[in-house]
Nanobody, 121 residues
Framework: VQLVESGGGLVQAGGSLRLSCKFS????????LGWFRRPPEKEREFVSG????????HYIAAVRDRFTISRDNDANTVYLQMNNLRPDDTAVYYC???????????????WGQGTQVTVSS
């Protein structure tokens, strides 16, 4: 399985970005998909996930009303729509695939290379 993220960049506070993660090399619909991020000089953290089983979505509190995760099973792609971005959203964002949505990162089998998101104030 390979995961390739795109869509990162530099945006002003209050702006929007949409991250994409293209999945290949496996059965997309058999995997839950997630987004993690690593802010500068901080640990990686779970941001959002979407279940393969029922499409249920999960978010951390800091992004719940601003970010939306979705998946396109025909395009083998998972998206993260990020609105009303804030400087503390600045991070490298990683896509992950695994059997379940969980927040530690330990049960995700595959990871993308990451895409940089920088939010200026």
């Amino acid at each position: 399985v390979q995961l390739v993220e795109s869509g990162g960049g530099l945006v002003q506070a209050g702006g929007s970005l949409r991250l994409s993660c293209k999945f290949s090399g496996g059965t997309f619909t058999s995997y839950s998909l997630g987004w993690f991020r690593r802010p500068p000089e901080k640990e990686r953290e779970f941001v959002s996930g979407i279940s393969w089983r029922d499409g249920g979505t999960h978010y951390i509190a800091a992004v719940r009303d601003r970010f939306t995760i979705s998946r396109d099973n025909d395009a083998n792609t998972v998206y993260l729509q990020m609105n009303n971005l804030r400087p503390d959203d600045t991070a490298v964002y990683y896509c992950a695939a695994g059997p379940v949505v969980e927040t530690t990162g330990r049960q995700w089998n595959f990871w993308g290379q990451g895409t940089q998101v920088t939010v200026s104030s």
